[in-house]
């Protein structure tokens, strides 16, 4: 990607941190602000580490805590994140 960078071209990417459809509340899914309190936990942390530019946190996720083992379902939604 170092190549991409300094010929100034940006990568963009958008999505959920927090993505578990098994275990979407789908009774309170319109409910305005509501958010299971593992996925709050969990866009707590993710916030947290991004914001401190932790990279080794995330990229070592699997050592995260509970929340963001059941935010993250699967490696291939969780990588882009660490590409951009």
């Known amino acids: 990607l170092r190549p991409l960078r300094e010929q100034g071209i940006l990568i963009v990417g958008s999505g959920n ?21 593992w996925a709050r936990e969990a866009m707590d942390i993710s916030g947290k580490l991004l914001r401190d530019k932790d990279w ?13 083992q059941l935010a993250i379902n699967s490696a291939e939604h969780y990588f882009p994140l660490l590409y951009i």
């Open 17 to 37: 941190i927090v993505h578990n459809l098994r275990l979407v509340d789908w009774a309170r899914l319109g409910e305005r602000n509501f958010a299971a309190d």
């Open 56 to 68: 080794q946190s995330l990229i070592a996720y699997e050592k995260l805590p509970q929340s963001m």
